[in-house]
């Protein structure tokens, strides 16, 4: 079955319940895929502004408690600088931007040079590093090329178009920072990692950061397209073993989820995952450019029940996928 993307928003859920361990619940980086969903629902494209605002809103809402979970310091940052008024993006390296690039790529997945543009928009948000943005456009196009059952080399040559394009297009937007000097272009690491296609988790992932010492982003990015790229048997392989690499972990998790769900569609996880209806009904509706949220949860209440009323009861482990 084509997925058609519709199965990217709950594969990352997927991904991030996993990486979550006794938590059980999915965390920030699912958050700020629904909000960023339901923003493409409402405007069509990437409004960095309103976007930024809508990540602060589950922050500081008017009325309310802070409802974001697991999220990280530099993020924690990002939201008081915006508290303060100064939104602008910071000089952060990792792979947060590109692991809530998931609506982008569904969303954008018939228009190659809009999904960069609007990667680009919605990375500089809380990014300004090249190595970050260009990651973020590469994990949209992979996104997109799994959602058209794209898989294999296929996949991460994809990507690594979409990285190129991404490169060239950055290099003429002001306010971004450039990659330590030295630093080979992501597009190229995409085509020479495609020979690990299928390789152990560890060994992609060891290889990997060894071209990127210095960026957590690029290569985050890069082990979770090579990760996602198999088509296999059973697709919860690929996103157990993304949650055992060493450096950010729920990450990657996120995005190997979201490949696996772009291609295969809002399908039955072998775990539990609160609100997994609502993070079907939301991808199948980027996937038809379906723009009707009136009838869709409100996002801060949904999170607010959840934050506040404890972890979920842990379910049985499903079998069959």
Same mark, same amino acid.
Not at 73 to 94: D, I, K, T, V
Not at 115 to 140: D, F, R, W
Not at 190 to 208: C, F, N, Q, T
Not at 262 to 273: N, S, T, Y
């Given at each position: ?26 965390? %920030? ?37 802070? /409802? ?26 990792? *792979? ?10 569904? %969303? ?23 190595? /970050? ?12 090329? *799994? ?42 690491? !995409? ?40 088509i296999l048997e059973r697709p919860s392989v690929g996103v157990r073993e993304a949650v055992a690499v060493d ?21 039955? %996880?072998?775990?539990?995952? /609160?609100?997994?209806? %609502? ?26 029940? !959840? ?15």
């Amino acid at each position: 079955m084509n997925g058609g993307g519709s199965g990217a928003v709950l594969g990352a859920a997927a991904g991030e319940v996993l990486a979550a361990g006794r938590d059980r619940t999915y965390g %920030w980086l699912t958050q700020l895929n629904v909000v960023t969903g339901y923003h493409l629902l409402r405007e069509g494209s990437v409004d960095p502004v309103g976007l930024g605002d809508e990540f602060a809103a589950l922050a500081f809402p008017e009325r309310g408690l802070d /409802v974001y979970r697991a999220a990280p310091p530099w993020f924690r940052a990002w939201l008081e600088e915006h508290r303060r008024g100064s939104p602008a993006p910071m000089p952060f390296e990792n *792979a947060g931007a590109a692991a809530r690039m998931i609506p982008i790529g569904v %969303w954008f997945r018939n228009d190659p040079e809009a999904l960069v543009e609007q990667a680009i928009s919605a990375a500089m948000v809380t990014h300004n590093q090249e190595g /970050v943005v260009v990651a973020a456009c590469s994990l949209a196009g992979a996104i997109a090329g *799994a959602s058209f059952r794209q898989s294999g080399r296929d996949l991460v040559f994809g990507a690594a178009e979409v990285a190129k394009k991404a490169e060239t297009r950055i290099a003429d937007i002001p306010g971004t920072a450039p990659p330590p000097a030295g630093s080979p272009p992501l597009s190229m690491l !995409l085509r020479h990692a495609s020979r690990l296609i299928g390789k152990p988790l560890r060994d992609v992932a060891a290889e990997v950061r060894s071209w990127t010492p210095n960026s957590a982003a690029v290569s985050g990015a890069v082990s979770a397209i090579v990760l996602g790229a198999p088509i296999l048997e059973r697709p919860s392989v690929g996103v157990r073993e993304a949650v055992a690499v060493d450096v950010e972990a729920r990450e990657v998790a996120v995005m190997v989820g979201a490949l696996v769900g772009a291609r295969v569609g809002p399908h039955r %996880w072998p775990w539990e995952i /609160v609100n997994d209806l %609502w993070f079907a009904e939301l991808g199948r509706r980027l996937a038809n450019t379906d723009g009707r949220v009136e009838d869709l949860p409100d996002t801060y209440a949904v999170e607010e029940v !959840l934050t506040f009323s404890g972890p979920p009861v842990q379910a049985a482990d499903r079998s069959g996928s």
